[in-house]
C-alpha cells in the first residue's frame, strides 16, 4: 500500500507516521516506501496464485439446516525463501480490519453480489497461525452464479515493526507502533477516522514518543495479479477468483483466505553512520527504502463439510 504526500512524514506500504518527543526532541520520520522524502511504490501485495473453483459457495450459522459459508483470514509466518537480496523482519501484533467482501462477474460489476458487509469491522489479526472468522453467512442470502472477481473492503491496519532511529550523533533502537486508516469513518479506538489518517508512538530507551497523528493521501497499487483501490473515501483489495454461489446449498463450506508473512517488511540497506545490515534504520527525511509491505503470498481454498 502507498501512502505518498509532500510532507516527508509518512510511510510505505501499511504505514508509518512520524513521531515528536515528548521533550520537543523530533524523531525522526518513519518513511515512505523509497528513500528520501519523496515516497516510491512499494510491491506490499500478496503474490496471487491461481484461483481454484469453488465447489459451491453457501453460507451462515446454518438456521432450519441451511448451508453455510464461513470465511477465514488465516497467517503464517513460515520460512519462505526471499532472493530480492533486501532485509526483512516479520512485524509483530500486525492486524487489518475487514469490512466487506463483493462478488462479481466482472472486474467493474455494476451490481456485485455483496457476500457480507459488516459497516464496522471485524479485525483478522496476522500472527503466526492466527485463523480469524470475519464472517458467517446464510446460503439462502445469497445469489447463484458463477462470479470471476473479488473484492476485500478494508478499513484500516496497525502493527509494529522494529526500527533505529539514528539523531544528532546518536543511535535508538526502538520499534514504531503504527495506525494507517484506509478507509473513511473508520472508528478505531473510540474515535471516527478518515481514510488517510496516520497515528505512530516510537518507543526507545525506556521512553515512549508520541503519538503524532498525521494525514496522508493513500495511492492505489497492483502487483501480482492483487491490486489496492481506493474511491470515494473506501479502500478495498481486487483479485481474481474463481467462485461458484449455489443458495440451496445444505453444506458448509470454509472459504479460506491464506496468506504468509515471513519477513514481509522488506527494505534495501544503505550506507550511513552507525547503520547496520539486517536493521531499519531511520532519519530526519531519510531513511531506508521500504521496498515491501505485505503478504509474501496470497492463496484461496474451500473446505466443504
Request: net charge neutral; glycine share 12%.
Amino acid at each position: 500500500m502507498k501512502l505518498s504526500s509532500s510532507l516527508p512524514i509518512v510511510t510505505f506500504a501499511l504505514s508509518t507516521a512520524a513521531c515528536s518527543g515528548a521533550t520537543g526532541t523530533s524523531i525522526p520520520e518513519p518513511p515512505g516506501a523509497g528513500s528520501g522524502s519523496t515516497p516510491g511504490t512499494p510491491t506490499g501485495a500478496p503474490a496471487a496464485t491461481s484461483p481454484a473453483a469453488s465447489p459451491a459457495f453457501p453460507g451462515g450459522p446454518r438456521p432450519s439446516g441451511e448451508g453455510n459459508v464461513v470465511i477465514h483470514v488465516r497467517a503464517s509466518t513460515r520460512a519462505v525463501p526471499h532472493t530480492d537480496g533486501l532485509s526483512g523482519q516479520t512485524p509483530r501484533e500486525e492486524y487489518v480490519g475487514i469490512r466487506a467482501l463483493l462478488l462479481g462477474t466482472s472486474k467493474d460489476d455494476p451490481d456485485p453480489l455483496v457476500v457480507f458487509d459488516h459497516q464496522g469491522y471485524v479485525e483478522a489479526r496476522l500472527a503466526d497461525g492466527d485463523d480469524t472468522i470475519v464472517a458467517r453467512v446464510p446460503a439462502s442470502s445469497l445469489r447463484a452464479g458463477r462470479y470471476t472477481w473479488a473484492r476485500t473492503v478494508v478499513t484500516h491496519a496497525r502493527y509494529r515493526v522494529d526500527a533505529t532511529v539514528h539523531a544528532s550523533g546518536f543511535s535508538m533502537p526502538g520499534e514504531y507502533e503504527n495506525l494507517v486508516v484506509l478507509s473513511d469513518g473508520t472508528d478505531v479506538g473510540g474515535k471516527k477516522r478518515m481514510s488517510g489518517d496516520v497515528v505512530s508512538t516510537f518507543r526507545g530507551a525506556g521512553r515512549v514518543y508520541g503519538p503524532t497523528a498525521a494525514t496522508m493521501p493513500i495511492g492505489a497499487w497492483s502487483s501480482g495479479g492483487i491490486a489496492l483501490e481506493v474511491a470515494n473515501g473506501r479502500a478495498a483489495y481486487v483479485y481474481p477468483v474463481n467462485v461458484v454461489v449455489d443458495p440451496s446449498t445444505k453444506r458448509q463450506v470454509d472459504v479460506l483466505f491464506d496468506v504468509n508473512m515471513h519477513e514481509c517488511f522488506r527494505w534495501q540497506d544503505t550506507p550511513g553512520p552507525g547503520y547496520a545490515r539486517h536493521v531499519w534504520d531511520v532519519e530526519l527525511g531519510s531513511w531506508e527504502p521500504v521496498m515491501q509491505f505485505g503478504a509474501n503470498s496470497f492463496s484461496l481454498a474451500y473446505v466443504t463439510r
